[in-house]
């Protein structure tokens, strides 16, 4: 059975479009894009994903060694398509241990990024980008400035801008955030990719998770 979708920003319980309302209502945000984590990563996920996305789906352009792609998850209904889309990957940390590494496009006001980073969200919020970037990236053959977000979570959380809506990359532990200060290059899925070049593991618990809120 498919799971239920749930709310993007609190991980609650949605109640569905009905005779009054054409939207997926949250008891506590209101109208939102209701989540879904897609079961099992691999091909056939992918173009899923990919038939829904409006927006970026960003994955490393070369997977780091020992990497894998361990889940996607959209936000977005059948008529709008997914305004927010999270691709998680797991791999060896620099430091040792395992990792993991979760990206996420979403239109302004979704909240999936602050939802995983344990923020209150739905955006950055006030102050953001206001002094100097923490790191920086390639997002479709473009350098994006990163700026960091504090979290209570065991989580390096940076985000900035790319193709006009945000980007957030997320590592935990906190310490393995030292991946975002090599050059990582991300490409978009919608543009191509090369099959053999993608390598899928089991779905992350992350997607699901429902992290404390700063």
Known sequence: MRPEPTCPRCGGELRAPGL???????????????????????????THVLGRAKVPVWVPHVLPAGWVISGFAC??????????????LT???????????????????????????GLCGPDPGDGFGSGPPDAKLEAAGHP??????ATTEDCAAFVGEAKALW????????????????????GDLRDGYVEAELAFGSVSPRLGAVPRVA
Do not use: I, K
């Not at 009054?20 to 992918?46: K, M």
């Not at 936000?75 to 998680?88: L, P, Q, S």
């Open 91 to 117: 791999g060896p940390s620099p430091l040792g241990g395992a990792a993991e590494l979760m990206l996420v496009s979403e239109e302004p006001g979704v909240g999936l990024g602050a939802r995983h980073a």
């Open 20 to 46: 009054w309302s054409s939207a997926w209502q949250c008891a506590q945000h209101g109208t939102v894009a209701p989540y879904n984590v897609v079961p099992r990563p691999g091909p056939d996920a992918l």
């Open 167 to 186: 980007l957030w990359a997320l590592v935990w532990p906190a310490a393995a955030g030292l991946l975002l200060y090599d050059s990582l290059e991300l």
């Open 144 to 149: 994006t400035a990163l700026w960091s977000l």
């Open 75 to 88: 936000a977005g209904d059948e008529r709008e398509g997914a305004r927010a889309v999270a691709t998680c």
